[in-house]
């Protein structure tokens, strides 16, 4: 079984640094603590609504994106590699 909240961190903190940005600035730009940030990201604290919205703001990502694979839909995940 994976852990959710592992998984959305992987999948953020890629995103961010693939965005170019640090932990830090994404703070800072979201008004998320860093120390909540932090946690989060590395699967310590649960991903709520409100931060997966405020983490895609602060990236420049729609909220799905920060998503981990396993709330892909089926139809959708076929559909990535085409």
């Known amino acids: 079984m994976s852990n959710v909240n592992a998984d959305f961190g992987h999948k953020a903190e890629q995103i961010i640094h693939d965005k ?3 932990k830090r600035a ?3 730009k979201s008004g998320i ?3 909540s940030l932090n946690s ?3 699967g310590y604290r649960a991903v709520t609504l409100e931060f997966i919205i405020a983490l895609a703001e ?3 990502v729609v909220p ?3 998503l981990p694979p396993q709330f892909a839909s089926a139809e959708l995940a076929s559909k990535e590699g085409e």
């Open 20 to 22: 170019g940005m640090t």
């Open 26 to 28: 994404v703070s800072e």
């Open 33 to 35: 603590p860093y120390s």
């Open 40 to 42: 989060t990201l590395k």
């Open 58 to 60: 602060a990236v420049g």
């Open 64 to 66: 799905s994106e920060l």
